[in-house]
């Protein structure tokens, strides 16, 4: 059951980034003149829709239906976490938060980097400490 309602969450939450990226003019619909793989399909495809009209009220509708499932109570595990700096609540999927990136050299393979993320509210971005032997990425 838990493990369901994870993978859930995370059905949603990749749902929600491909509607942002419409929002933002990279469209996953294929007859849209926005169409985001449209450059691989150069000479057999000609989009036919304007994303301004065609596509852009729907991802808004889109956008707010699975922001209403992501706030269902079950998912509130998944969705919000303490920030690493001031300890409060944060929302993963909100726009005041961020993930603060950091890597080193990773030891067994050398050329080879390991990552790690922090989150954090943008606001306390800046006061992240740098743990010992990682560098801000
Ligand atoms: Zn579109
Ligand atoms: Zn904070």
Redesign the pocket.
Known sequence: MKREIRDEYYLLTEKLEEIQL?LEGK???ID????IYKDLLKKKYKPV?K?NF???DS?KREKVAVLRLLSQKRFKKYRYTKCNVCKNMLDRLGNKSTIVSFTKPAKRNKGYHEWKGIWTHKKCQSKVKITKGWDKF
């Open positions: 419409g469209c996953n619909d849209c003149d926005k169409y829709l994303h065609s596509c852009i991802l």
